[in-house]
């Protein structure tokens, strides 16, 4: 099975599970979601920055995030994609690395970047709008790319890639 059919595929499952709920260290399938990396790319000014990235569909996986994680490398990240789009709120809990997180618009651009999310906080981190996605990424990450409010973010099955 291609990985565009397998994203597919996963975006309607959950579509029709919707909501969020809790998840403990052991999360099933978590293995197989870190194999199936979906490149997200984003468009910045003249710059384009590609993250390998791990697919948050189920409710159990977008309830677990990058919990408990010791590292993310700089290329990798975790999206988080919703059907329909809306205003959403992430918290730091169990996160033990700081992380960049970017909320994503329906049509792909970055609504806001919440820089350095303080590890463990569960402080909520509000996504300010309706958004269609949120990409996680290693804390730092967004400014060492040169990211901002506003550049071109796909994905297989995302919004459409820039030109």
Same mark, same amino acid.
């Given at each position: ?5 397998? #994203? ?7 579509? *029709? ?16 979601? /870190? ?24 409710? @159990? ?7 408990? %994680? ?9 999206? #988080?994609?919703?059907?329909?789009? %809306? ?8 996160? *033990? ?14 609504? %806001? ?19 269609? @996605? ?8 967004? @400014? ?7 550049? /071109? ?11």
């Amino acid at each position: 099975m291609t990985a565009l059919r397998k #994203f597919l595929l996963l975006t309607v499952a959950f579509a *029709l599970c919707g909501g969020c709920q809790s998840a403990g260290p052991a999360v099933a399938g978590e293995t197989k979601a /870190r194999e199936a990396l979906v490149p997200v790319t984003i468009v910045s000014h003249s710059s384009r920055h590609v993250y390998q990235s791990e697919l948050a569909i189920t409710p @159990a996986q977008q309830a677990r995030g990058l919990m408990y %994680r010791t590292e993310l490398a700089p290329d990798r990240a975790m999206l #988080f994609p919703f059907r329909p789009a %809306r205003r959403t709120a992430f918290w730091m809990k169990n996160t *033990l690395i700081p992380l960049d997180i970017i909320f994503i618009r329906d049509n792909g651009t970055i609504a %806001r970047i919440a820089e350095q999310a303080t590890p463990l906080s569960l402080e909520p981190i509000d996504s300010g709008e309706s958004v269609g @996605a949120v990409l996680e990424i290693v804390g730092g990450g967004a @400014a060492a790319a040169g990211l901002s409010v506003e550049d /071109r973010v796909s994905w297989p099955g995302g919004p459409k890639p820039v030109p």
